[in-house]
């Protein structure tokens, strides 16, 4: 089955400075990868995502990258802010809803 | 539009008790799913359904079960609670032509002493 290695698993980063996830994915046939965003004791809530035939995607503070060659993506958070601390989820998918796989989650936190 | 919701939002049970965890969601997802979340193990699938009727497998379905009488519940079930269940329960619904956007419940806590 697919394997999604997610790093760092937690991170420290100063307000204003810039926050990068990493993800790698096994399954070739993978073309969807969403990230979700997990504040403390509430739910799994999507932020961004991005399919295997675009390279980047932007949306405000936040972009996700995509290399299928070498099967990983990443999420990029630029001038965090203390409100961006939480557990961040990057997801790979082969378009069958039985094949969504979740990696371990990375823990940000943002010092002001 | 509550979304997707889930009740209990957390429960103590004892080895072998049963229960059951339910998920309702009011946005008319065909798709709807059950996670747990363990610490330093992401979201694991348990089990899904296609649509009202059906049911399947997800990664870890043993000791659990399903049922999804109407469109927008989703039953899970615990026959005979064990402490190895103890996690934190997520239910998902999502769009048939948009299955991998998925929208999580709340939570359910579960402690099985």
């Known amino acids: 089955g697919e394997n999604v290695e997610q790093h760092p698993s937690t991170l420290s980063v100063q307000e204003g400075d810039s926050a990068v996830i990493k993800c790698t994915y096994s399954?070739?046939?993978?073309?969807?990868f969403p990230w979700y965003k997990q504040e403390l004791g509430k739910r799994p809530q999507l932020i961004i995502d991005?399919?295997?035939?675009?390279g980047e995607k932007k949306d405000q503070r936040i972009a996700v990258t995509l290399n299928k060659t070498a099967k990983h993506f990443s999420l990029h958070i630029t001038e965090t802010q203390p409100e961006d601390s939480a557990v961040y989820f990057c997801?790979?998918?082969?378009?069958?809803?039985?094949?969504?796989?979740f990696g371990i989650g990375t823990k940000l936190q943002v010092i002001p | 539009n509550a979304g997707v919701t889930q009740t209990p939002k957390f429960r103590v049970l004892k080895t072998g008790q049963s229960m059951t965890l339910l998920c309702a969601q009011d946005?008319?997802?065909?798709?709807m799913y059950w996670y747990r979340q363990d610490p330093g193990m992401g979201l694991r699938l348990i089990h899904y359904?296609?649509?009202?009727?059906?049911?399947a497998k997800g990664e870890v379905p043993d000791g659990y079960n399903v049922s999804r009488l109407k469109k927008q519940n989703f039953l899970l079930g615990l026959e005979s609670a064990a402490p190895s269940q103890t996690s934190v329960y997520f239910c998902?619904?999502?769009?048939?032509?948009?299955?991998?956007?998925?929208?999580f419940g709340p939570g359910t806590r579960l402690l099985v002493l």
């Open positions: 946005m008319n997802h065909e798709y």
């Open positions: 998902a619904s999502s769009y048939w032509n948009e299955r991998e956007t998925q929208y």
């Open positions: 359904s296609v649509g009202e009727g059906t049911t």
């Open positions: 997801v790979s998918s082969s378009g069958g809803y039985q094949k969504v796989t």
């Open positions: 991005i399919r295997s035939n675009v």
């Open positions: 399954d070739s046939a993978s073309n969807y």
